[in-house]
C-alpha cells in the first residue's frame, strides 16, 4: 500500500464547476501536509499548506481529519489555467516529505 | 521568495557517459537539499537526501554508487548519474527549504531532464 494514496483521475470538468479532490495517508506520525500542484513538464509548486481546522485560500479550501487520516481539497468556480495534476504530500519527521501520485485535473471551457 | 535553479534543464548523452545536474538556492541557505526522480505519469520519488557536509542518505533501492550526491555548500548540490543507460532517462528534480523559514515549504528546482540514448 502507497503510503500516501489519490485518485489518479482524470476529472474532467466544466468552467465554473466545484471539484474536490481525496487523499489518504497511511503514517500516523505524519505532521504537516501540503497540496502542490504540478504543471506538465514542469516543477511542483506549493499550492496550500493543510491545518487541522482547515483553510481556505481564494477558492481552494483544504480540509484535514487526522482521525481519518484524510486530507481534502476543494476548487470552486473552477477555470481553465487551474487544469494541472495536484499532488498531495505528507511530511513525516520533518525533512521527509511523501508525495502522492497526483490527480490530475482538466477544466474544459 | 526562495529561489531554487537546477542546471541543466534538458540533457541528452549517450549511454555509459556520466551527467551531473546542479541544485542552487540563490537567495537562502539549504542545509538539507532532497533529489527527486519522476517517470512520465508518475509522482516525485525521493531518490536521497543530500546533507551539506555529510554523506547523502540514499532511499532504498537507489545505488549510491550510481547516483553520487555532493553537498558541498549551504547553497549548492550536485547529483552525477553515473554510466547513465536509457532507464535512467528521466525528470530529475531538486528541492530545499529555507532553513530561516519556518512554513515548511518546499522549494522545488525547475527539473532537469535527462535522456540517455
Known amino acids: 500500500r502507497k503510503e500516501v494514496e489519490q485518485d489518479p483521475g482524470p476529472f474532467n470538468v466544466p468552467e465554473g464547476a466545484t471539484v474536490a479532490f481525496n487523499c489518504t495517508y497511511s503514517?500516523?506520525?505524519?505532521?504537516?501536509f501540503f497540496w502542490y500542484r504540478q504543471d506538465c513538464r514542469k516543477e511542483p509548486k506549493l499550492l496550500m499548506s493543510v491545518y487541522s481546522s482547515g483553510n481556505e485560500d481564494g477558492r481552494f479550501t483544504a480540509q484535514l481529519n487526522r482521525a481519518s487520516q484524510y486530507i481534502s481539497l476543494l476548487i470552486r468556480d473552477s477555470k481553465l489555467s487551474d487544469s494541472a495534476t495536484y499532488l498531495c504530500v505528507a511530511d513525516n519527521a520533518g525533512n521527509m516529505l511523501t508525495f502522492g501520485g497526483g490527480t490530475r485535473l482538466m477544466v474544459k471551457p | 521568495g526562495a529561489v531554487v535553479s537546477q542546471h541543466p534543464s534538458w540533457v541528452i548523452c549517450k549511454s555509459g557517459t556520466s551527467v551531473k545536474i546542479e541544485c542552487r538556492s540563490l537567495?537562502?541557505?539549504?542545509?538539507?537539499m532532497f533529489w527527486y526522480r519522476q517517470f512520465p505519469k508518475q509522482s516525485l520519488m525521493l531518490m536521497a537526501t543530500?546533507?551539506?557536509?555529510?554523506?547523502?542518505?540514499?532511499e532504498q533501492g537507489v545505488e549510491k554508487d550510481k547516483f553520487l550526491i555532493n553537498h558541498a555548500s549551504l547553497t549548492l548540490s550536485t547529483l552525477t548519474v553515473t554510466s547513465a543507460h536509457p532507464e535512467d532517462s528521466s525528470f530529475y528534480i531538486c528541492s530545499a527549504r529555507d532553513r530561516d523559514r519556518g512554513t515548511g515549504e518546499l522549494f522545488f528546482g525547475e527539473g532537469s531532464r535527462l535522456t540517455v540514448l
Open positions: 537567495d537562502f541557505q539549504a542545509t538539507t
Open positions: 503514517n500516523s506520525a505524519s505532521q504537516s
Open positions: 543530500s546533507n551539506e557536509g555529510s554523506k547523502a542518505t540514499y
